[in-house]
């Protein structure tokens, strides 16, 4: 006899698929292949947003009787807003499960999450950032999330763009390298140029007095 599916595992079940048919947009979601009940997240930072360009991890752990109870949600990756590896205290996490509606599925969570992550209020895990180090922990989230196993695993084709766009941003500063290389080189010559004109100038004129004398020289001679 086949084991009995609980409660949580086909509600879950159920919400990944939904999930899939209506993405949830700038977050990508994977449940743990090992454990229904721990899923990850991935946060792309909108266009418009402090975050633009960053990729934040995240985690889910929903537990056993869920729906009816909400799950804990932590984030990963640094990025200014939220503490990594805490729970954070927000209206559809375990901290306030009075505020709980059992109706609420994995899509609700995440665009809570995301509505939450754009604003400034702050609650108890986040964090007092200016938009400039938000923005500087956008571009340093991509080599982050290449350092976390489970980031690569569960989301191969962020991988991969990730990868795309890293390459990319070391060809475009190798190439800001080189050119401004050649630009000082070229200014060394700028400077360089001159000293030789000159230099070449009093030899041509040492040798003009020289010949001169060596001519009145010789008349005197004769």
Avoid at 52 to 80: C, E, H, Q
Avoid at 158 to 170: A, G, W, Y
Wanted: neutral net charge; aromatic residues 12%.
């Amino acid at each position: 006899m086949a084991p009995k599916t609980s409660t949580a595992t086909r509600r879950l079940k159920q919400d990944y698929l939904r999930l899939k048919k209506d993405p949830v947009p700038y977050i990508n979601a994977e449940p743990n292949p090992s454990n229904v009940l721990e899923w990850y997240y991935v946060v792309c930072g909108p266009d418009d947003s402090v975050y633009a360009g960053g990729y934040y991890l995240g985690r889910l752990v929903f537990p056993k009787d869920f729906p009816f109870k909400p799950p804990s949600i932590y984030m990963i990756t640094p990025n200014g807003r939220f503490k990594t590896n805490t729970r954070l205290c927000l209206s559809i996490s375990d901290y306030h499960p009075d505020k709980w509606n059992p109706a609420w599925s994995v899509s609700t969570i995440l665009t809570g999450l995301l509505s939450f992550m754009l604003e400034n209020k702050k609650t108890l895990g986040s964090i007092d950032m200016t938009d400039f180090e938000r923005q500087l922990l956008a571009a340093q989230s991509l080599e982050s999330n290449l350092r976390d196993e489970n980031f690569c695993e569960l989301f191969p084709e962020l991988t991969m763009k990730i990868q795309k766009e890293i390459e990319k941003r070391n060809l475009a500063k190798a190439k800001e390298e080189q050119s401004s290389s050649m630009d000082s080189s070229q200014l060394e010559n700028i400077v360089f140029h001159p000293v030789v004109c000159n230099s070449l100038m009093v030899v041509a004129f040492a040798l003009f007095i020289y010949l001169v004398r060596f001519v009145l020289s010789n008349m005197k001679i004769e």
